[in-house]
Nanobody, 125 residues
Framework: QAPLVESGGGMVQAGASLRLSCEAS????????MGWFRQAPGKEREFVAG????????YYADSVKGRFAISRDNAKNTVTLQMNNLKEEDTAVYYC??????????????????WGQGTQVTVAS
């Protein structure tokens, strides 16, 4: 079983909303800080949002602040990314990732140990 599995991607019009989900089989889930990244064609993978192991702290890239919201349910081993007011520039493959909650750069993909397979989000004008 894959450690992280994303779902919820799709194609929407600009201004619409999507909700991505990530189901984790890493155990115990509550011991992992989680993040969402995205990668557009020809671009590097970039940090989108992060959440602490207990959900108390959340972090966002400036480009999505105020539009996206990350949350987690440790009882269900899931982390979600609610995306509102989507823009064309949000088009990318979105990845869920897990890292140990230690000091470091949460925006650095190399600090994440587990990754999902990605889910495509396409925003049309």
């Amino acid at each position: 079983q894959a450690p992280l599995v994303e779902s919820g991607g799709g194609m929407v019009q600009a201004g619409a909303s999507l909700r991505l989900s990530c189901e984790a089989s890493i155990s115990p889930f509550r011991s992992w800080a989680m993040g969402w990244f995205r990668q557009a064609p020809g671009k590097e993978r970039e940090f989108v949002a992060g959440i602490s192991w207990n959900g108390a702290l959340t972090y966002y890239a400036d480009s999505v602040k105020g539009r996206f919201a990350i949350s987690r349910d440790n009882a269900k081993n899931t982390v979600t990314l609610q995306m509102n007011n989507l823009k064309e520039e949000d088009t990318a493959v979105y990845y869920c990732a897990a890292r140990r909650p230690v000091e470091g750069d949460r925006a650095n993909p190399e600090e994440y140990r587990y990754w999902g397979q990605g889910t495509q989000v396409t925003v049309a004008s």
